[in-house]
């Protein structure tokens, strides 16, 4: 769909530089095509329609043949504008190019005047100038260039500043080089580009400009007509002739649309992120297409459980497996942590949840998710919007960017409420204030009035904690929550969390790449690696005989529980990229006990009880964990 | 925030100043006697020697920008030899028009521009967000003056729903209905290329912030998706595309001057272009620099709007 929305954007970008092509082409070769002359007036023949006898396009209110007038006009508006466009890139480039260039009280002073021609709404300045010149072609060319030259003023000196202090240019400078043969041999050349797409975004402007002054009566005086001032004076025959009228301003739409075909198509192509097809918005839920059989709910004890879970994204070509199978689940009052550096999937497994995954490119293909006996993969978008917040609430990282800027943090939180509870507004903020309360911000009547960014992190990730709290969730999925505070900070939000819990009874997930964090919180841990689970059971005695070559060393990075911010890459080597996982266990090319078959087939998740390792050589004998 | 707005108010002085220096300096451009050629083809001895009294034109450049700028502080804009007619008065009477004309038409762009933008990103790669993208790049390739030619084709003369031209109002009476039917189609035609432009740029302001991690907030918390577009992400996106609004004014401003030829409508456009004609240049002066400055004004009303939306500007 993407791929074929981009080939159509270039298919109308060529259809624009086709047409643009052919006009150009026909302005050309005007003189030489045997075409009656565009001045000669036959006032027995007025206003004939188009197909008429030798005037293919009829002729004008004094009888003069259209279709020469077109295409002679034509010539001319296109010159003018190249003409326009042209002196504005010259004059503006060099404004730009000396006040980039030397800086200081020269630039300032220059782009004060820049700045000040830019606060005028173009036309005026452009009549002004034409006032005073008086009417004219070529008087409405130097008004139109003038009003373009703060423009390229302002790109090129843009570009300037950052070429002037550049190595070659000091080293030029050094070697004793005058300012001109700098900025002409070290500067120029590195603008012109530059120039040259300013150039091109604003022809199709121009040539629009200088038809409208013409159109005036401002532009081109008779007999002399360019597409402008022959709309102008067929304007008065609109009504009884509308042929006339019709002939020139089609001609400019068209040349103005090819133009403006062909700048968007280069644009794309010059923009990277549109490229890439990076500009998509996420859809409301995750996209489903799930193959393969529904697995069951497997235990019916726990309040979520995810089964043979399986997110991917899909970029172009590739399919990135981000979550390649997971088996979680979680019972009220029970804190799961899910464990694993960055790209473990670890964040995707949490937001297929509740289809959060963005999507486009995410997409759920295969397993469940099961809430309190229900299959939520695939369940209509408005049931599943009705659960979240509702019966499962996440806590995200950084809640800087979580949180809306420009919303205060109260309004925030009441919205969260009366999403699923038709309350009024005082007593939603009544209960705001006793959810801030609760999670332990200080003067909350007052705070309940702040913006995100009067906050402290802590402050803020309480705001959402809060905020995943009010509506009283059965689960809490919480990802790396603490991840982006300072270590006081982080234990007091843990304990908060804890307390939380043991008080309402919550099933909480935490997604963390701290297994300091994990022994402070969690009854259970699963460790994930590229997308898959390759130990559970638990934490204590995950913590006390690591079977998986990989938890073993990712806890052997924490020198002290609870130590703060720990990062994973004390592992040599990278996980490896999931859109093209070799078979058997996706550890081995880092992992010091890999031998010929581990790398042969898939390895099953497999221990007694609630311990459960994926590995053929595992560090420890399995026992049997206690919860 | 009053101090906030007088103090954008301050910043604009050197600019309304530099409005009035660049105009000055334009119009000291035109070759030969001043007198002769403000006055152009109304250049009578009498004529002459009162202008030359009023704008001190024997007097070297600098004291002239000083005694016409006093002039104007004074609210003297001059005597159109044209119209015979102070040029305050004038200005201010057609500029009554233009007013109502383009800001009918900006709210439209804005309105119609947002609304577009919002759908479009909203359905990106749907059908509405490719019917949308294809008319928004029609209305900014067509020529507005074109634009009204053909409305008139086609809605006042073949389909009869609304007049050619002729309001009432110029002559005084006439009537809300009366004005409001004659404003339809000149607004509607101006607002075209502008809400082009506005829906693009809205289209864009919004795929960016949909990607944000606060909107996944907002559906994660279950909120409406109606409300998570048009609430959460508008609001943000509304950072982005009220500086855009202020730019739009102007074109909108600009584009104004061909619609009320086509319309014949009675505003500062027209009023300025039929100066340049008959050479009556104090005219086009007043008329120039009044409008300069009402456009530095709304841009400033503009900002200060914009610390109202985000409070993370200081004010
Ligand atoms: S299966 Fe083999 S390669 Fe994988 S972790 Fe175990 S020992 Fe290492």
Known sequence: MQFLTLLMRNRLAAAGGIVLSLVVLLALVTPLLPLANPDVTDTANRFLMPGAQGHLLGTDHLGRDLLARLLHGTRLSLAVGFAAAFFAAFFGAAIGIIAGYFGGRTDNLIMRGVDMLMAFPYILLALAIVAALGPGLTNALIAVAAVNIPFFARNIRGVTVGLAHKEFVDAARLAGLGHTRIILTEILPNVIPVIVIAMSTTIGWMILETAGLSFLGLGSQPPQADLGSMLGEARGALITNPHTSIVPGAMILVIVMGINLLGDGVRDALDPRLRSGALTR?????????????????????????????????????????????????????????????????????????????????????????????????????????????????????????????????????????????????????RAVALLKQVRIPNAESRIDSYPHEMSGGMRQRVGIAMALANDPEVIIADEPTTALDVTVQAQILSLLDELRRERGLAIVFITHDFGVVAQLCDRVAVMYAGRIVETGPTEAVLNAPAHPYTSRLIACVPELGGGRRRLEAIPGLPPAVDRLEPGCAFAPRCLKASAACREGDIALEGPGMRAVRCIHPEAELEEGVA | MTGYILKRLLSAVPVLLGITVIVFLIMALIPGDPALAILGAYATPENVAKINRDLGLDAPLVARYFIWLGNMLTGDFGTSFSLNRPVIDEVLDRFSATLLLAGTSFLLCTLLGIAAGVISAAKQYGWADKGITFAVLLGISIPSFFLGMMMILIFAVELRWFPVSGMKMAYGGGGFADVANHLVMPAFALAVVATGVVARLSRSAMLEVLRQDFIRTARAKGVREGRVVWGHALRAAMVGIIPVLGIQAGFVLSGAVYIEMVFQWPGVGRMLVDAILKRDILLVQGGVVFVAACYVLFNIAVDVAQSLLDPRIKT
């Open chain 1, 282 to 430: 996420p859809m409301p839920a995750t996209r489903v297409e799930r193959k393969g059989t529904i697995p069951d709910q497997g235990d019916g004890e726990a309040v979520l459980s995810l089964r043979q879970l399986q997110t991917q994204f899909h970029v172009k070509n590739r399919i990135y497996k981000a979550v390649g199978g997971v088996d979680l689940k979680v019972a009220p009052g029970e804190c799961l942590g899910v464990i694993g550096e960055s790209g473990s999937g670890k964040s995707v497994t949490a937001l297929s949840v509740m289809g959060l995954v963005a999507s486009p490119p995410g997409v759920i293909t295969g397993g469940a998710v099961y809430f309190q006996g229900e299959d939520l993969v695939g369940a209509p978008y408005e049931h599943l919007r009705s659960l979240r917040g509702d019966k499962v609430a996440y806590i995200f990282q950084d809640p800087l960017a979580t949180l809306h800027p420009l919303y205060k943090v109260g309004d925030q939180l009441i919205e969260a409420i009366r999403v699923h509870h038709p309350v009024g507004r005082s007593e939603a903020r009544a």
